[in-house]
């Protein structure tokens, strides 16, 4: 089988990334800033640190497909200038710096896949029509980091064949929003955020994982791909599912705009805004979804 290399691979979506791989009989090289020792056989890492500019060229040299994850929290601080500066170069100076390294050192490396992300898209349009992949960026610091991100990752598109994948929320046990959702239900209280209405393009963390795998062994697949569920959900309905799904009492608790912005300032903005994305163009390459329904995923992720 191929040899294949994962940026981001000790990270949420990494991890089952690189399991999945090993199952299917890959050599998996996880490319970290901070190598160790796997308790796998067919998963092993190697040294890289695109903000030093280096990277261990024998590693990368025998990589015949390449899965860039990297890239710092988008959710996980506050957006200051110097966080938000530190977001754009994990991306876009990073995502840059592994094309040219694939470029020069890895003549055996025939795929890239790269992740990008819903905030390349601003709110929904008074259309009502989801977003699909070939809709315009928004004019925010998200869509203009997600454009950038997205256009150092197409020059890769020069030498190998090269998709891209725009995940919505990612949903999962161990980390991403999930938690964050489900936290305070523990407690019986469920958050509504500002109005509740506003629409959450999501996927399930496994699906996730299998999509970016799909992506590697479809050999037809190549340009954007919306990497979200067929059937997005409010707020509302996503909280209401959590509460039935966990089971008891859960008294519902509205999280005022104002109260939001105030207490996670410019990011508020992301919570609060509608973002329906269209699966379809996902869905015609033959990737099936084994969650594309929110209780469906919701049950797996509580174990249910």
């Known amino acids: 089988m191929a040899v294949i290399g994962i940026t981001g691979g000790t990270g949420f979506i990494g991890r089952r990334v690189a399991a999945l791989l090993a199952e299917e009989g890959h050599e998996v090289i996880i490319f970290t800033r901070r190598p160790g020792k796997s308790a796998r056989q067919a998963i092993t890492y190697a040294h ?10 024998d590693a990368l040299s025998k990589t015949e497909g390449m899965i860039h994850l990297a890239g710092a929290g988008i959710a996980d601080k506050r ?10 170069v994990s991306r876009v100076a990073a995502t840059g710096f592994i094309v040219s390294m694939l470029r020069q050192h890895a003549p055996g490396c025939k ?6 992300a819903s905030g390349f898209y601003g709110p929904d349009r008074a259309s009502s029509m989801p977003f699909t992949e070939d809709a315009p960026p928004a004019h925010d610091f998200l869509g203009d980091t997600c454009r ?3 256009a150092a990752a197409a020059a890769a598109s020069a030498f190998v064949r090269t998709v891209i994948l725009r995940f919505g929320i990612v949903l999962g046990k161990e980390s991403g929003a999930f938690p964050r959702f489900a936290g305070p239900l523990s407690f019986g209280v469920m958050p509504i955020l500002g109005s509740g209405r506003q629409v959450i393009s999501w996927i399930e963390a ?3 994982a299998r999509l970016i795998v799909s992506s590697l062994n479809n050999a037809g697949m190549s340009g954007i791909y919306n990497a979200v569920a067929p059937n997005p959900v409010t707020n509302r309905q996503l909280m209401n599912t959590i509460a039935l799904v966990k089971g008891g009492i859960k008294i519902p608790v509205p999280v005022p705009a104002f109260l939001l912005k105030i207490i996670l300032g410019e990011m508020s903005e992301e919570v609060l805004k509608s973002c329906t994305m269209s699966a379809q163009k996902t869905l015609d390459t033959g990737f ?16 249910k």
């Open 148 to 150: 950038q991100w997205e």
């Open 206 to 208: 496994g699906d996730l």
């Open 111 to 116: 795929t890239l896949i790269s992740a990008s």
């Open 48 to 57: 890289w640190d695109p903000l030093a500019r280096t990277c261990d060229i």
């Open 288 to 303: 099936r979804y084994e969650h594309p329904g929110i209780l469906s995923a919701v049950k797996i992720i509580l174990g």
């Open 79 to 88: 957006w200051t200038a110097a966080r938000k500066e530190e977001i754009v």
